[in-house]
Nanobody, 126 residues
């Protein structure tokens, strides 16, 4: 069974940091494009940050650019999302997802991803 498991979410104060992890089981991440997505209550799921198979190309949404960094460690079969300078509007359930094929246009398109984790809650509040 191909599974993705997120961890690292929690409650953090504005301006704080969290690092989310996405660990794969049943398959290797070496040949998959990986994305981090988030969904807040009443809002559609949106792409946050995505990374190419090689790790050489990344995408960050305008709302997180300069604050979030995606990385992958294929040896550990894990993808990370380092989140700094967190804001209350970052509060959401964060999901990691994987797909085998990507174009530049759809690299971080929610609808194109095949495999999804269960999500981890991130709450930014004072």
């Amino acid at each position: 069974q191909l599974q993705l498991v997120e961890s690292g979410g929690g409650l953090v104060q504005p301006g704080g940091s969290l690092r989310l992890s996405c660990a794969a089981s049943g398959f290797t991440l070496n040949y998959y494009v990986i994305g981090w997505f988030r969904q807040a209550p009443g809002k559609e799921r949106e792409g946050v940050s995505c990374i190419s198979i090689s790790g050489g190309t990344t995408y960050q949404s305008d709302s997180v650019k300069g604050r979030f960094t995606i990385s992958r460690d294929n040896a550990k079969n894990t993808v990370y999302l380092q989140m700094n300078s967190l804001k209350p509007e970052d509060t959401a359930i964060y999901y990691c997802a994987a797909k085998r094929v990507a174009t530049s246009r759809t690299m971080c398109d929610t609808k194109t991803y095949d495999y999804w984790g269960q999500g981890t809650q991130v709450t930014v509040s004072s």
